[in-house]
């Protein structure tokens, strides 16, 4: 069963990034906070749609739900 992009980046448009950062995270396969575990911050910012205002998002809402990034 295929997943609509829209169901695939539902986590992050709630939380409000941008198209851009949804479309980026849903590409690298990342589909809800817990997934960030498996990146590095750098491995999140070098995305290709990802912004400081949608890094800082993510990262109020990771420190919010005491999840970390890869090391």
């Avoid at 992050?12 to 980026?24: C, E, F, S």
């Avoid at 997934?35 to 990262?59: T, V």
Wanted: net charge positive; charged share 30%; hydrophobic share 40%.
């Amino acid at each position: 069963m295929s997943h609509k992009p829209q169901e695939l980046d539902d986590e992050w448009y709630r939380i409000g990034l941008t198209a851009p950062a949804r479309k980026a995270l849903v590409e690298a396969r990342l589909y809800k906070v817990s997934d960030l575990r498996k990146i590095s911050l750098n491995e999140l910012a070098a995305l290709h749609g990802m912004g400081k205002s949608s890094i800082a998002r993510i990262q109020q809402i990771m420190r919010a739900k005491k999840i970390k990034f890869l090391d």
